[in-house]
């Protein structure tokens, strides 16, 4: 059955006042897809990038390193694939149809309800609506899976796409690599932290940038890496410890009101990566935001700017970025930037990038050309 329309009237509308109609249905049709490579970051202080592929193709895993990327390797997505259909079915919330539709296994939690079928049972897993995502086997009694709530529910043998995963492998778990975007590694090389910076990181959970930064300062300085909730704060942790970094404070904190606790023009950098619309996230089968939270959102990450603004130094560096395409979130607070001091800098990207609205500095990641997730990034100096 076809899918149904991703993107929501108002944000449609809001969308094609900046781009074309058929640009922005182009977008839709990409953001379905999870894009043709998966990529990981090789920590360069415990690993030799080129060393690691060689081991992982070694092992029989089809792997890529980056051209320009030195630290950034892939995996193939394979897909779209056809989804056999059988009488049994059940149906799962829509997060984790995202995760099944790319491969991930079902777990009770997830699942809505259970149609036709019982432990053992050949299944067709799909979405509340209707759309079949992947098949496998009931592992469970359906009255199992809603009296207990907790175990894994379907293994799943065959998805629309299948997304190679090394979370399982000795590397991972021994930090020699961890799974980040393209856009974001990207970012973060355009910075190019020097060893002894102190850098914020203002919302940093899980970790990405703020790791990347520190490996790149050669854990030489202080990644102080903030988040407002306790559980995401512990996730920056294990992933910092698992990566051997010294450099990393964290701090459970609303990082608007950091110029409370942090003395002012204190601070060599900041990495800003706000709450967003995240429209650039890949794959999406349901996606509810408005035209009104674009807006809304768009006003609470100027608070973050303003107060980047009063903890750097003078020329110190703002990384402003974000996960969606929208203007007001991108472009428009980039000009907003300017009026608290900012300039943005310009930038060489190390890959044939879209140009920010406007005239704006920046680089834009979008799917419908880069076949990576949409991701904005200015750099901004503080004058």
Request: charged share 20%; hydrophobic share 40%; aromatic share 8%.
């Given at each position: 059955m076809p899918y149904a329309s991703l993107l929501e009237d108002s944000l449609r509308k809001y969308l094609e006042s900046f781009y074309s109609s058929h640009h922005v249905s182009m977008l839709e049709e990409a953001l379905r897809s999870p894009g043709s490579r998966y990529f990981f970051r090789v920590n360069t202080l415990k690993a030799n990038p080129e060393e690691v592929v060689s081991r992982l193709r070694e092992e029989g895993y089809e792997v890529f390193q980056h051209p320009v990327v030195r630290e950034a390797a892939y995996s193939r997505v394979t897909g779209p694939n056809a989804v056999r259909i059988y009488r049994g079915r059940v149906v799962v919330d829509w997060r984790t149809a995202e995760s099944v539709y790319?491969?991930?296994?079902?777990?009770?939690?997830?699942?809505?309800?259970?149609?036709?079928?019982?432990?053992?049972?050949?299944?067709?897993?799909?979405?509340?609506?209707?759309?079949?995502?992947?098949?496998?086997?009931?592992?469970?009694?359906?009255?199992?899976?809603?009296?207990?709530?907790?175990?894994?529910?379907?293994?799943?043998?065959?998805?629309?796409?299948?997304?190679?995963?090394?979370?399982?492998?000795?590397?991972?778990?021994?930090?020699?690599?961890?799974?980040?975007?393209?856009?974001?590694?990207?970012?973060?090389?355009?910075?190019?932290?020097?060893?002894?910076?102190?850098?914020?990181?203002?919302?940093?959970?899980?970790?990405?940038?703020?790791?990347?930064?520190?490996?790149?300062?050669?854990?030489?300085?202080?990644?102080?890496?903030?988040?407002?909730?306790?559980?995401?704060?512990?996730?920056i942790e294990e992933n910092a410890r698992r990566m051997g970094l010294k450099s990393i404070k964290t701090l459970v904190y609303d990082s608007r009101y950091i110029p409370d606790i942090i003395e002012p023009r204190s601070v060599d950098a900041v990495l800003l990566d706000p709450p967003c619309t995240n429209l650039g996230v890949r794959p999406k089968l349901h996606y509810t935001r408005k035209a009104t939270d674009v807006y809304?959102?768009?006003?609470?990450?100027?608070?973050?700017?303003?107060?980047?603004?009063?903890?750097?130094?003078?020329?110190?560096?703002?990384?402003?970025?974000?996960?969606?395409?929208?203007?007001?979130?991108?472009?428009?607070?980039?000009?907003?930037?300017?009026?608290?001091?900012?300039?943005?800098?310009?930038?060489?990207?190390?890959?044939?990038?879209?140009?920010?609205?406007?005239?704006?500095?920046?680089?834009?990641?979008?799917?419908?050309?880069?076949?990576?997730?949409?991701?904005?990034?200015?750099?901004?100096?503080l004058e």
């Open positions: 790319v491969g991930a296994n079902v777990y009770a939690p997830g699942i809505q309800r259970v149609i036709d079928a019982e432990r053992g049972d050949l299944v067709t897993v799909v979405t509340p609506s209707g759309e079949p995502v992947a098949s496998g086997i009931l592992e469970m009694e359906p009255s199992e899976i809603f009296e207990t709530r907790r175990g894994l529910a379907v293994r799943v043998l065959s998805s629309v796409y299948k997304v190679p995963t090394l979370r399982e492998h000795p590397l991972f778990g021994e930090g020699v690599i961890y799974h980040q975007s393209l856009p974001s590694m990207v970012s973060i090389r355009l910075l190019n932290p020097e060893p002894g910076w102190i850098i914020l990181d203002m919302c940093a959970s899980p970790g990405g940038k703020a790791t990347h930064a520190a490996i790149l300062m050669r854990d030489e300085g202080e990644v102080i890496a903030v988040d407002r909730s306790r559980r995401k704060v512990q996730i809304e959102l768009a006003d609470y990450q100027r608070q973050f700017m303003h107060a980047a603004s009063k903890v750097l130094r003078r020329g110190g560096l703002l990384l402003y970025t974000t996960c969606t395409l929208t203007p007001h979130e991108n472009e428009l607070n980039v000009l907003y930037a300017t009026t608290l001091g900012f300039r943005a800098v310009k930038l060489n990207p190390p890959l044939p990038l879209r140009r920010p609205l406007f005239g704006v500095e920046g680089l834009v990641f979008d799917p419908v050309y880069n076949d990576t997730p949409g991701f904005f990034i200015s750099l901004l100096k």
